[in-house]
Structure formats: C-alpha cells, structure tokens
C-alpha cells in the first residue's frame, strides 16, 4: 500500500464522514439542550428525499439543499411540539418520525416519479460539484504535502468544507456564546434556567431547530454529493451511528469530529478492501461492510469508556411545586 | 401597572393583599396578607403544607395567584413569570438548589443574566463583582469551583450570590438550614444578618421555632393555608409561636372508654435513621405499644415523625430493634420491605395519602386492592379478578361512607376526607395487628374527621394497637392513651392526655424538656 493508496482512503474516509458530522453535531445540540433525539435517521432521509426531488425538479443543488433542510426542519418541528409542549416520551416521537420518513419518501417517491421510490439520475448543477481548492494544481507535485493537498483536502463538494468549519463553530457556540451556556445549562437542569427567568421551552426548540438546519444538510448531502439522487432507505443507519459517534464523542464537539472520522475510515475500509486475508483466513467483505455497525454496537453497549450524557436529558420538564 | 399612591407604603419593601390560590379542591393560599418592612428580617413558619412554600412561588412567578395583589416598595406590581420577580428585585433562594451540577461557580451566577451574547466580558465583571461580594458579606466562594465538588453550605452560598448579583434587594429563603450543619447555619445567619444591615430584605421560610426566635426580626405564622398571626419575634415566644402554628381549633369531642391495654404489640429500641444528607433524622427511639391503646405522637412536623412511620412501614432504612408481637422485625436484610411489614400484621396509613396512599390516577377498586392483590380472593392464579375487587370495594366504599360510592372513580376526583377513608378502609379491612396512622385529618372536612376518628377508636375498642402521628395537638389530646412528644429526632417525654396540657406539650415540642419534665 503506497502512499497515493493510503491518501484515497483518507479521502473517501472524508467523504463518508460528512453526513455523519452533520447529524452528529445535530444530535450533539438537540442532546445538549435535553432532548434526545433518536429521530434523526427519519431526518435525514426526508432531507435526502425532498433535496434529491427538488434539485431534480429545479436543476439547483442550493434549492434541493434548501428543499431537504425545509423538511427535515418540518420533523424536527414535529419532535418539538411533541417532546417540549406535549411533554410526550421523546424515544417514541423519535421512532414515529423514523417511520414515517421512511414510509412517506417511498410513497411520495413513487408518486411523483414513478421510478420504484427513487429520484431520477441528478446531473450537473443538480449535483454538488468538487471544488478545487486554491493552488490545488500547482503544487500537486511537492512531495507528501502536495498530493495531501490536492488530492485529500482539495476536491470535495462545499458541504464537506462546511461540515468541518461547523465544528469550530459549534465549539464557539456552546463554550463561548451565552446561548451556548443557556443550552448547557437547561439539558443539565431546565430549573436552574427557569429559575434564572430564561425560558426552558424556548431554548429547546432553538436546540431542535437547530438540529433540524444540521440533519437537513446531512440528508441532502447523501442525495445530492455522496450518491446522485434518491435511493429508498439510502440514510442507511447514519442517523444511528450519528448518535454512537455522539457518546463516544462524549457530546462535545471536536471529540464528535474524531469519532465520525473513525466510523468514516471504518466505512472506506470496508469499501476499499472487499476481500482481506488474515494469515490464512479469508476475512468476508460482508464482515468489512458491517465495521461501522459493530462499533456503534460496540459503543452502545458501553465499551468504549463512561460517557456521562446530560442529565436531563430525555426528561421533559415540569415545574415543581 | 397602576402608579405609586394606591395606599402602599414605600417604607414596605413587600406588601401581599388578600392573595388567594387553589389547586383544584385544595386551597392553598386563603387570603393573605402580610407587610414587611424594608431592611428587616422577615420569618413565615408554619407546618408542611401550611402554603409557605406556594406563597412564596406566587412572589417569584411560579404560579399566579387567583386573588390579591402584590406591592414592591409601594407599588404595585405584576408578577407572571421570573424574570419579572427578577425584574421586581426579588430573589429566591430555592429549598432544593437551582444550580447545574457541572458548571463552575461563576457560570450559574451569571446564567441568565450575561451582558449581552458574549460570554467572556461577562464573566470577567461576574468575577469582579463575586470577589467584591464575598470581602463584603463573609461568602468565601472560589468561582472557579464546580458546583459538585462544593458542600451544600457553599452551594447555598452560590444561590445567595446569584441572587445579589441580580442586584435582588429582597431575599427569600425556603427552608435554608434543612440540609446544613449547625455551624453552617450559624454562618448562614452572619450573613444574613450583615444584608440586612447594608438594607436588604429577607424572607425566612422555616418550620424551626429556635431559627425564627434567633433570627427574624417580625414573624408570620400560617396554617392550613391561612395567615393567622404577624408578631413581632421579641414580643413571642417559642410555646405561642408552636401553638399558632399547630392550632387551637374547635375542640373535638370523641366519646371513648379508658383504655384497656394488654399485651405489647409494638416494641421499639433505639431506633436509629440517618438521611442521605448524612443527617440523622432519629436519635434512638424508645417506645412501646399495648393491644387497646392508642399511643399519639405530638410534634411539629419535620421532627422525625415522617421518618419513623417510614422505617416502620418497610420502606426507609435504620438501625435499632424493632418486635412485633415479641418477634423481632429484620431492619436491613432485603425482606425489610412494606409487603413483608404488613405480612406481620402492620397496616399502615401514611402522612402523605396522595404520595404514598393512593395513586391519584387509579381508580378506587385499584386503590383498595393495592398492597394485598395477591390475597387469594382477589386472585385466581396467573390472573386478578377484577370483578371481586371492585365487588369489595364497592362493599367497603359502604361501610366507610365513602361519597359518591363509585369503585371506577379515579382517587383524585375524591375530596381529602374521601380518599382518607378509602386508605382507611384498605388498611383497617386487613384486620391488622397495629396500625400506624400519620396525621389522619390532614385536609379533611370536619364531618369525616369525626367519622374517621370513631373508626380509630372502634379499632382500639377491638384490641388493636394503633400508633397515631398528627401535628393537630386537638387530635392528639382527643384521641390518645397516651402521648409521646417528638423533637428533633428524639422523644422528649411521655405524658398522659389527663396529666397534660397544650401549654406542657407546647414546651416539649419547642424542645424544652428540663423544666417541664
């Protein structure tokens, strides 16, 4: 394995790594302010649906972007009416948004298309286009640093580069920003804000809302970068891994960067080597394609560290008497 | 907002008129009113549930009154959430503290009131100024600190600080030396004493007489939702305040026959609990409890009555001996719980019913086969049958006169006298060898208070031992054999109700044993 083998892995690693940052850090502010959020798979495929469908119907990738971040925000609304008003169990709106995303973009699909629930084939400006980065050309040659440049960095659609500035930014947000305290502040004890004349409700659905903006760009991601239209179930677990990423991210933010890096190397790893022998033995490609969902199994049952979540975290809040 | 004028007064720094509140048939504000004097330390006591803690929420936005109004410095003023309570100059320092656990000191203070959406200018003035408070006021806080690592006595600081730093000018605490040492309270008062000096105001929530007789300046009583006196504190004493609180009210007559008490049922020896804030709530209990008699325990509440129905009931922890019927009651072992209680002939009626008695959303039939669904009329095999549950309770709703006799209501759609008499009736049905009853008239009309009482009495009449807890001292002298007084974990003596009277009893319950013993 040469150095120009190792430089694709990384590169795809990127690649397969940006759906998952964006629904991680989705997860990670939803999470912060107290509200779980398992729906965020549901979200991500309403996205990845209605981004493909408007960016196929529109010929604009930035309007089928917006599409997709208009629907998963519509959810993301419905998970907020239903877990900070209503008060309802959080884990069961969640899993009623998995399902309807995934019942409602094949029916709609179908509708509209006719195609078996897929969009049709995306091209030109309906896709995100790689972006050359600066200068990428010229220095292709240097040694080590000029194929890390050109051929790592460069080259990615422009919601990769906005996913990775989203995680300074997130960072800023939550440490360094009053709302950031406020939205640490009610996922660890809504009283405390409430008491302090700031209101629990408010913050909350900023925090969905805000999650509801990330998971969008992660749905359209999947459906107008990594693929080139709409494929039924195409979210494929991401919002699952998404939230595995999160606690072994321990829901901060530069750690959240590391832990999808990891999945999305796992992920190019089983893409790249269909086949590995071990010694003698045969390592299956099936076992290769399932590395990502080990780990989250792996990091669910609690493996890897104690990670200690918010502490309100699933709790809808009531004000004491 | 109406102007200054409307009779207040500018030199009351908190004026409520005739502010009343319900919830649902409860009414837990009755309209009250009460005036405190700017610069001045404020004491409101009462028993739990008086409605201290509930007036108290309607000055800091929590709920709304139904009635009345409220006067900041002569003025009148609306106060629908906290942020206007905030606004109003009030600050409230919460029983249970309203701090995030994980941030540092300097992060609750300024949570919720940052100078724009900067965090760091903010908490660089937050540290100015907390460095400034604490050489003022003798609150040594390192703001740095996360709160988890602080003891309750400097968590309490911190909810002092952010109250100043909101720039509050009245303070009200609720309940604040619950969960300290004594020499935490002691500098929990220093501190209160010197805001008072620079002309703050401080509302002091307690049911501790000793703390009010120390501190406070003029004092409130309520009871039962109601105001029933102001004084000043260096006009009062302790025996009146404790007589205020608990009530002199029409005095009840139950017609009973002396006792005649035979073998001792109950039999308890040093009984020990120490409370997970590492406080012991019993400081070795002795006491012993006949067939036919009625044994009351008097006291202000909070002074380990709750607790040693607890640990007798099954579900709290101690240490001591406990026989019943001579045959000793395992304390720790995982069979201490309330089944195996009542397999030994323990029937139990708690203080809280709407808690611990009943499950509000249930239904009567429910209720009352709660606790003994395995009893075989109640179950065949693998399955309960409702139909003979509902049967006995229809019969029971009957015989205790339970209004409307409907088994399919939910408990909570039953007046307090009700429900009291359907845990009555599930607990007296069993046949128990002691009953344990905590304050059976506690939000109970006069008419089922009577009711209830003749059945206590009916009980004791049929060779029960019963163990009666109440904070009403009428009930206590009216129903009791005999009657032992609780204070502060311990029984200060035993008296017998012809021997005594409510001034003794007074003395004993405000922990005043040498003179009166």
């Given at each position: 394995m040469d150095l120009l083998d190792v430089i694709q892995i990384l590169d795809s690693t990127l690649r397969l790594a940006t759906p998952l940052l964006f629904a991680c850090l989705a997860g990670l502010f939803s999470e912060r302010a107290g509200i779980v959020d398992i729906g965020l798979e549901g979200k991500m495929l309403a996205s990845a649906f209605l981004s493909a469908a408007a960016a196929s119907y529109t010929g604009n990738v930035w309007l089928g972007c917006l599409a997709g971040i208009g629907a998963s925000l519509l959810l993301a609304a419905i998970h907020g009416v239903a877990s900070i008003t209503f008060r309802g169990n959080q884990l069961i709106s969640g899993v009623a948004i998995n399902f309807l995303a995934s019942g409602l973009t094949v029916v709609v699909g179908e509708a509209w298309f006719g195609l078996g629930g897929r969009t049709p084939q995306l091209m030109g400006a309906g896709r995100f286009q790689e972006i050359d980065l600066p200068f990428a050309q010229e220095i292709?040659?240097?040694?080590l640093l000029g194929p890390i440049y050109a051929d790592l960095l460069s080259g990615h659609s422009a919601l990769v580069y906005i996913g990775l500035l989203c995680v300074p930014l997130t960072w800023w947000i939550l440490y360094r920003t009053r709302f950031g305290l406020r939205l640490r502040a009610v996922g660890e004890n809504p009283a405390a804000v409430d008491t302090a004349g700031v209101s629990v409700a408010g913050l909350r659905y900023a925090a969905v809302m805000i999650c509801g903006v990330l998971t969008g760009l992660a749905g359209a991601y999947l459906a107008t970068a990594l693929s080139a239209g709409f494929v039924k179930e195409m979210s494929a677990g991401r919002g699952f891994i998404a939230l595995a990423a999160l606690i072994f991210a321990k829901w901060r933010p530069w750690y959240a960067l590391g832990a999808t890096l990891l999945f999305g190397l796992l992920e190019a790893l089983g893409n790249r080597f269909q086949t590995i022998q071990v010694f003698d033995v045969t390592v299956p490609t099936q076992f290769m394609q399932a590395l990502p969902y080990i780990l989250t199994v792996v990091i669910l049952a609690g493996f890897v560290g104690r990670a200690i979540p918010p502490r309100a975290g699933g709790e809808p809040y009531v004000k004491e008497r | 907002m109406s102007p200054a004028g409307n009779g207040g007064d500018a030199a009351l720094a908190i004026e409520l008129r005739g502010i009343s509140k319900a919830f649902g048939p409860v009414q837990a504000n009755r309209d009250i009113s009460i005036q405190v004097r700017r610069g001045t330390i404020h004491g409101i006591i009462g028993e739990n549930g008086a409605g201290k803690s509930t007036l108290m929420s309607i000055l800091y936005g929590f709920y709304r009154a139904d009635a009345g109004e409220i006067l900041i410095g002569g003025r009148r003023v609306e106060i629908p959430d906290s942020q206007a309570a905030i606004r109003a100059g009030i600050g409230m320092v919460f029983q249970h503290f309203k701090l995030v656990e994980n941030f540092t000191v300097l992060e609750n203070v300024v949570l919720g009131a940052e100078d724009g959406r900067l965090l760091k200018p903010s908490l660089a003035k937050a540290r100015r100024l907390l460095k400034q408070l604490a050489d003022d006021y003798?609150?040594?806080?390192?703001?740095?600190?996360?709160?988890?690592?602080?003891?309750v006595g400097q968590q309490q600081r911190v909810e002092i600080l952010k109250a100043l730093y909101r720039e509050a000018d009245i303070l009200i605490l609720d309940e604040?030396?619950?969960?300290?040492?004594p020499a935490e309270a002691d500098h929990l008062f220093r501190i209160l004493r010197g805001l008072r000096d620079e002309g703050k105001t401080i509302i002091l929530i307690t049911h501790k007489l000793r703390e009010i007789m120390e501190i406070t300046d003029t004092v409130s009583v309520m009871r039962r939702g109601e105001m029933t006196a102001t004084v000043r504190t260096a006009e009062t004493s302790p025996e009146e305040l404790a007589e205020l609180m608990v009530g002199r009210k029409v005095l009840l007559r139950v017609d009973k026959a002396p006792a005649t008490p035979r073998d001792v049922v109950l039999e308890v020896r040093n009984l020990r609990v120490v409370d997970e804030q590492k406080v012991e709530r019993l400081r070795g209990i002795d006491l012993t409890i006949r067939r036919g008699e009625i044994l009351g325990i008097a006291g202000v509440s909070g002074n380990g009555q709750s607790e040693l129905l607890e640990v007798l009931g099954g579900y709290a922890n101690g240490t001591g001996t406990i026989r019943m019927n001579g045959r000793e009651i395992d304390l720790t072992g995982s069979a201490s719980n309330a089944r195996t209680r009542r397999a030994r002939g323990i029937a139990h009626v708690p203080e809280d019913r709407q808690r611990e008695g009943l499950v509000m959303d249930y239904s009567a039939w429910e209720n009352v086969a709660f606790g003994y669904h395995s009893d075989p009329r109640f179950s065949s095999g693998l399955f309960m049958d409702h139909a003979a549950m509902r049967a006995d309770c229809d019969d029971k709703m009957h015989r205790f006169d339970v209004r409307p006799p409907d088994p399919t209501l939910a408990a909570k759609n039953f007046s307090g006298g009700n429900q009291q008499k359907i845990v009555l009736a599930r607990e007296i049905e069993r046949n128990p060898d002691l009953l344990m009853i905590g304050q059976p008239t506690r939000g109970v009309d006069i008419g089922a208070i009577e009711f209830i009482h003749e059945q206590i009495v009916a009980l004791r009449d049929q060779g029960k031992a019963i163990l009666l807890v109440s904070v009403e001292l009428d009930e206590i002298m009216a129903l009791s054999d005999r009657i032992a007084v609780m204070f502060d974990g311990r029984i200060m003596g035993e008296r017998l109700p012809d021997e005594t009277d409510q001034r003794e009893l007074g003395l004993l319950m405000a922990g005043m044993a040498g003179e009166a013993a």
């Open positions: 292709r040659d240097v040694p | 003798e609150m040594d806080v390192d703001p740095e600190a996360v709160i988890e690592d602080l003891g604040p030396t619950g969960v300290l040492t």
